[in-house]
């Protein structure tokens, strides 16, 4: 039986379980949940190279000539979004919180699953410090011969958490991992832990609100948006945002209006709408005046949130004679850790016990019109672990 925490005394046992959190002494090799993510500047100047990665990355953005015009668009790119982290107090904190979320997380796993014990969290970042050739060159240096690739996008898209697959496969077909039984678990956008987490996160923002107003309040869900093009060609990111968002409104009992609304798309091509910015405009001049903004699509902050939400989004709003609260985003939320641990956990009992649940990977379904394989290469993973 795991001891109950407040959530103030769970937030200390995190902090304490992220630096005590030891290499495992028992001689018995780890059981190595690979935390998979985009990653992000730790300092402004990292900028560069974290915006080069992601230009290169053809899972992301196919580029014609994509080696000589990355570099090219990424040192154009660099002074914006250098001021931005900039302006987030110098730096994305994606890493700080994806380490403290791993260290919980394997703690508590520890003794939810004790047959695997010990686990060990590895960080693989596909634009940032520690990108997978490092991580790749850890976990072989650690002796690991079994793993879970655990994505930390709640919902898949062949952009993200495809993209995140695919190096990981790379570097394990060039020998950079050593030989490890695999598995995946590629998405998790319903469980009941994350969408509780959500749910308190909201419930906190509410609470900000004088009681008369509370029901009144919209809730708008906000998710990174998809160009259509990827959308077009059967991606399942945006379904299961939207799943996700369902799953929210049940939990909370459907207490508030709300709407699922797009953010941050770059560039001139079309991308899913609508977009935040114009929904909050729109609700001011339907006369709506309370709004909670909830990020929905991403576990920690970032400047989706830090800059677009709180510093654009939120701040246009409030000119607008709206209050504008937003949800926190996961980061050390201990009822967040503890759903990542009983994701892991039921993914390790349907694993040994030879059954492919929710937790694991959709064998190898492509979206239907999928041009560059990126959802495909899944089953490569399985063949590897001899699972199909
Ligand atoms: C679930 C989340 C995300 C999806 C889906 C996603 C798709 C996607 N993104 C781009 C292009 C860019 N994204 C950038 C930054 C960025 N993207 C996400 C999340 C998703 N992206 C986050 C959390 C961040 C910020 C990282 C941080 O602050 O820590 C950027 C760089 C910033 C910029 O230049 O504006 C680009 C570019 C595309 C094209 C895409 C779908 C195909
Ligand atoms: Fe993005
Ligand atoms: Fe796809």
Not at 191 to 210: D, R, T
């Amino acid at each position: 039986m795991l001891p109950q925490l407040s959530r103030a005394g769970m937030s200390r046992a995190v902090r304490r379980m992220a630096t005590l959190h030891p290499a495992p002494t028992t001689g018995k090799s780890p059981t190595a949940i690979v935390m998979l993510n985009m990653g992000g500047p730790s300092t402004v100047p990292e900028t560069h190279d974290f915006l080069k990665n992601l230009f290169m990355d053809g899972d992301l953005i196919p580029l014609p000539f994509q080696r000589v015009l990355a570099p090219l668009i990424a040192r154009r790119r660099t002074p914006q979004i250098e001021k931005q982290y900039a302006d987030i107090g110098g730096g994305s904190p994606i890493r700080r919180y994806t380490e403290l979320q791993g260290a919980g997380m394997c703690s508590l796993l520890d003794e939810l699953h004790p047959e695997s014990a010990p686990h060990k969290p590895y960080v693989a970042f596909r634009y940032a410090n520690p990108l997978t050739d490092e991580t790749a060159r850890q976990m072989k240096a650690d002796g690991v011969k079994r793993a879970i690739a655990f994505t930390q996008y709640p919902q898949y898209s062949c952009s993200t958490t495809g993209s995140s697959l695919n190096e990981l496969f790379r570097r394990g077909r060039a020998g950079e991992i050593g030989d490890i039984e695999w598995s995946v678990i590629d998405r998790w956008g319903t469980h009941p832990g994350f969408i509780e987490a959500v749910a308190q996160n909201i419930e906190a923002a509410l609470s900000k609100f004088q009681q008369s107003d509370r029901s009144e309040v919209v809730l708008l869900f906000s998710a990174h948006s998809l160009p259509m093009s990827v959308v077009n060609r059967g991606d399942p990111y945006v379904l299961e945002v939207s799943a996700s968002v369902n799953a929210v409104m049940d939990r909370l009992g459907h207490s508030n209006p709300y709407r699922l609304v797009w953010q941050s798309q770059v560039g001139p091509s079309a991308w899913m709408g609508m977009q935040t910015g114009e929904a909050i405009k729109g609700l001011a001049r339907l006369g709506k005046k309370h709004v909670v903004l909830v990020p929905i699509a991403f576990t920690s902050d970032h400047i989706e949130t830090l800059y677009e939400l709180d510093l654009e989004y939120a701040a246009e709003g409030r000119e607008l004679g709206m209050e504008i609260h937003r949800a926190e985003s996961l980061n050390e939320s201990p009822v967040f850790i503890r759903a990542l641990a009983d994701i892991t956990a039921q993914h390790l009992r349907e694993y040994s016990s030879g059954k492919v649940g929710p937790t694991s990977v959709q064998l190898g379904l492509r979206c239907p019109g999928c041009t560059n394989a990126t959802c495909g290469q899944q089953k490569h993973w399985f063949a590897r672990a001899g699972r199909n």
